[in-house]
């Protein structure tokens, strides 16, 4: 992981787990696909990654998993996509299960708005000329089923939500930046 400036580094120390995908790399830039189309990204497609875990906590209940650019220029980030009450039983999503219609997501699962106000997942978009951004694919282990948050919550409020229950947590960053 890409240490410097961690969202995750003032949260309290979990046990760490394994996550991989097929469509992103660790450290490396995003592909076209998971940039944002929707914010005017030349070949941006909105395609969520391919997600893959192992190795989490066996007590765990359900999943969190969220996409997150710390270097955003707001102040506060950027939340890309956030889904809530993942079954323990799941431990992969499909490439583009963030495509809004929740078809791809599993039964029960719960999409929040992004920053976007838009319930699926939003590519990454840095600004041009704003350098390299970070994008923090997070998958976290809770010791609840469901995580108690309204369907229109913020992914802010998740985190501060699912905060007392976690378990253990996978992270995999990836880049963008786009020429100014």
């Not at 979990?14 to 998971?34: C, H, M, N, W, Y």
């Amino acid at each position: 992981m890409i240490a410097e400036n961690d969202p995750f580094a003032r949260l309290p120390e979990v046990p760490r787990f394994t996550l991989a995908s097929k469509d992103i790399t660790e450290g490396q830039p995003l592909p076209a696909a998971q940039l944002s189309g929707i914010f005017g990204v030349p070949g941006g497609g909105d395609v969520s990654p391919q997600l893959s875990w192992s190795g989490a906590p066996e007590e765990t209940k359900s999943y969190v998993v969220t996409v997150y650019d710390p270097d955003a220029p707001t102040g506060s980030g950027f939340w890309h996509w956030a889904v809530a009450d993942i079954p323990p039983s799941v431990t992969e999503l499909p490439s583009d299960a963030g495509n809004g219609t929740r078809d791809l997501l599993p039964p029960g699962a719960l999409e929040l708005p992004n920053d976007a106000r838009t319930a699926r997942y939003v590519g990454g978009a840095p600004p041009a000329g704003h350098g390299r951004h970070r994008y923090f694919v997070v998958v976290q282990a809770l010791d609840v089923e469901r995580i108690g948050v309204h369907a229109d919550a913020t992914p802010a409020f998740l985190g501060f939500t699912v905060g007392s229950h976690v378990l253990g947590r996978a992270v995999l960053v990836a880049t963008a930046e786009t020429a100014g």
